[in-house]
């Protein structure tokens, strides 16, 4: 298996602009998880899926952050207007079964965003 | 609000020691807690997986333990070799997955 997949692994944008990130999680997965890494705050959980269902959006910082879902197979991460401060590297992973998060999540190697 | 804290920040041993590393949170009502390790510039790899009913978990050099009573897991590295230097994290998972800040080892050929 290849693994979760994320696209581009590293994006630079000006502030203003729309900025789009994918992934593809492990066949079969049925969980999807976005997380955001910075030295200030560290791993956060932004928003995760249950069978394409977003679960729970409670840490998506501010309404420019929209995430979806449209097929078990993809997901997008979209930031508009993005900001300098949203620079960081996202990271996507996925997990075997639905629900609360009890089992293994299989991390992408993350997109790295600059905006400046 | 659970919170979940990793000390040390930073450890640096010579190769061949034994080490553990510490993962404390607040609140016990957890559904797991696993343990990751992040290379630089790369995502996070799952090293062992301990279910709340669980208090241990091993696979190879590395064995973790779990005490919700105490609020602690430990990370036990055995016979350290340069490869393992990497950031460990700790995360609880449940409803919603909680990272610690992590621990960054360095080990000295």
């Given amino acids: ?116 | 609000k659970q919170e979940v804290t990793q000390i040390p920040a930073a450890l640096s041993v010579p190769e061949g020691e034994n080490l553990v590393l510490n993962c404390s949170f607040t609140d016990s009502a957890i559904y797991n807690l696993q343990w990751f390790r992040q290379d630089p510039g790369k995502g996070l790899t799952s090293l062992l997986l301990i279910q709340s009913s669980q208090r241990e978990q091993t696979s190879g050099r590395l064995n973790a333990s779990l005490d919700k009573s105490s609020g602690r897991s430990t990370l036990y590295i055995a016979a350290s070799q340069p490869g393992d230097s990497a950031t460990y994290l700790c995360a609880l998972g449940g409803f919603k997955t909680i990272f610690g800040a992590g621990t960054r080892l360095f080990v000295k050929a």
């Avoid at chain 1, 492990?26 to 995760?48: A, D, K, P, V």
């Avoid at chain 1, 078990?72 to 990271?91: G, H, M, N, W």
């Fill in chain 1, 1 to 116: 298996d290849a693994g979760v997949i994320q696209s581009p692994r590293h994006e630079v944008t000006e502030m203003g602009q729309e900025v789009t990130l994918r992934c593809k999680p492990i066949s079969g997965h049925n969980s999807l998880f976005w997380y955001r890494q910075t030295m200030m705050r560290g791993l956060e959980l932004l928003i995760y899926f249950n069978n394409n269902v977003p679960i729970d959006d409670s840490g998506m910082p501010e309404d420019r952050f929209s995430a979806k879902m449209p097929n078990a197979s993809f997901s997008t991460l979209k930031i508009q207007p993005s900001e300098p401060r949203d620079s960081a590297v996202y990271f996507c992973a996925s997990s075997l079964h639905g629900g609360a998060n009890t089992d293994t999540q299989y991390f992408g190697p993350g997109t790295r965003l600059t905006v400046l």
